[in-house]
């Protein structure tokens, strides 16, 4: 019987979607760690939940990872507009626009080139997908501290990030996520900033 529940603890959700997903769960001392491969691709999508307490988090924090194959450059950083943002443009801090007023008002975005950026969130599906949660953080780790996070990453790889400062116990919420990331770097692939081919590198 699927339960499919949070009554019955976030981790039986998380282990049921693993196993539906054909992946793998670990529960370990301090993070648990999920590893789902993107079904019909060469990618594996790797959530971590941290507890509150863990490295001083003020809260649970989720996250989900997908190592790509860049082609170039390109970064981006996106979350939810709050005053803070707001503030911020008045001392010079600019955010893109994509042409949206509703995605506008309800987003900032950074990046390294302006055109990439509109062209990548002009995807009429992908936005869908963003505006379903109701948090969002996304960004492409592509520094060296923003890296080192990550291991030893080989030349030329590069990480999709979602971050989210609660514990997701949610099945559909964990496939909302899921088809975030996977649309985001499909979308990725289509403007050529990212490879198709497998990164051989899985965190």
Same mark, same amino acid.
Not at 106 to 111: A, F, L, V
């Given at each position: 019987m699927k339960l499919r529940s949070s009554v019955y603890g976030w981790k039986s959700v998380w282990m049921e979607f693993s196993e539906e997903r054909a992946g793998s769960f670990d529960e370990g001392s301090n993070v648990f760690v999920m590893r789902v491969p993107v079904k019909g691709k060469p990618f594996t999508i790797t959530f971590t939940m941290r507890p509150k307490g863990h490295k001083g988090a003020v809260a649970d924090t989720t996250t989900a990872f997908l190592p790509f194959? &860049? =082609? #170039?450059? *390109? &970064? *981006?950083?996106? !979350? !939810?507009? !709050?005053?803070? %943002? +707001? @503030? &911020? =443009?008045? *001392?010079? @801090?600019?955010?893109?626009?994509?042409? +949206? +007023?509703? *995605? +506008?008002?309800?987003?900032?975005? =950074? #990046? &390294?080139? =302006? %055109?990439?950026?509109?062209?990548l969130f002009s995807n009429e599906k992908l936005k869908d997908l963003i505006t379903e949660q109701k948090s969002v953080k996304l960004s492409i780790h592509d520094e060296p501290k923003e890296l080192a996070e990550h291991g030893t990453v080989p030349p030329g790889i590069h990480v999709l990030a979602f971050n989210d400062k609660e514990a997701i116990n949610s099945f559909d919420r964990l496939n909302q996520v899921y088809d975030l990331m996977v649309e985001l770097l499909e979308q990725l692939i289509t403007i050529d900033v990212a490879s198709a081919q497998d990164p051989n590198f899985d965190l």
């Open positions: 194959r &860049s =082609k #170039g450059e *390109f &970064s *981006f950083a996106l !979350n !939810n507009r !709050n005053w803070i %943002d +707001d @503030a &911020s =443009k008045i *001392f010079g @801090a600019q955010d893109i626009e994509i042409g +949206d +007023d509703a *995605f +506008d008002r309800d987003y900032i975005i =950074k #990046g &390294s080139d =302006k %055109d990439q950026v509109a062209r």
